[in-house]
């Protein structure tokens, strides 16, 4: 069975510092590992992924999150927030059938 | 590429109607679809996933009687919340995938508010 721990459900930082959302999994099977992106009230964004290959996976809007396999985690960074990055960020982990399976999410709000 | 729209957005009904919510894959072809319920300031909680032309398989605690899936085609998938009451106001997002390379990736669509008075 698969899980995702999202650790802090509300982080605010400043605009123009770093963003860290930190997202750990548990999985039976190889994970292929998301990082989605929520506003309020609309569906869901694809930042990134991890299926294989390279640790390092690069999304849009300037994130990027790391694959530690033996942390058993997929933290998403960005190095200088931006206003526009206020939203509900998901992480999740799929299992052989492709379901998703989320974390709790993390609220991130911005300060001027 | 890969859009995902659902219809309506929002809608208010009812208590003890019943409500269609309509899932399509507006640039490709949909082999499964995915529907999810979203409370208030919490996570996605799968619901059921649809294979095209085959029976929807539920997810544990979700009422197949009250929650009827139609994949019927390659493009649209259907959830009708039947006899709908006030406990199953909600969000709810579908998404889509195909099969090949992306398979592990789901497209989500913009989702639907259901309020049921």
């Known amino acids: 069975a698969q899980s995702v721990t999202q650790l802090g459900s509300h982080v605010s930082v400043s605009e123009g510092a770093l963003v860290l959302l930190r997202c750990n999994y548990s999985?039976?099977?190889?994970?292929?590992l998301f990082w989605y992106v929520q506003y309020p009230n609309q569906g869901l964004q694809l930042l990134l992924k991890y299926t294989t290959g390279a640790t390092l996976v690069k999304g849009i809007n300037g994130f990027e999150a790391e694959f530690k396999k033996s942390e058993t985690s997929f933290h998403l960074t960005k190095p200088s927030a931006h206003m526009s990055d206020a939203a509900e960020y998901f992480c999740a982990v799929s299992d052989a059938d492709y379901k998703l399976s989320f974390g709790a999410g993390t609220t991130v709000t911005v300060r001027a | 590429g890969a859009v995902v729209s659902q219809h309506p957005s929002w809608v208010i009904c009812k208590s003890g109607t019943s409500v269609k919510i309509e899932c399509r894959s507006l640039d490709f072809q949909a082999t499964t679809m995915f529907w999810y319920r979203q409370f208030p300031k919490q996570s996605l909680m799968l619901m059921a996933t649809?294979?095209?032309?085959?029976?929807?398989?539920?997810e544990q605690g979700v009422e197949k009687d009250k929650f009827l899936i139609n994949h019927a085609s390659l493009t649209l998938s259907t959830l009708t919340v039947t006899s709908a009451h006030p406990e199953d106001s909600s969000f709810y997002i579908c998404?889509?995938?195909?099969?090949?390379?992306?398979?592990?990736?789901?497209?989500f669509g913009p989702g639907t508010r259901l309020t049921v008075l």
């Open positions: 999985s039976s099977v190889p994970p292929y």
């Open positions: 649809s294979n095209e032309g085959s029976k929807a398989t539920y």
């Open positions: 998404s889509a995938s195909f099969r090949g390379p992306e398979s592990a990736s789901q497209y």
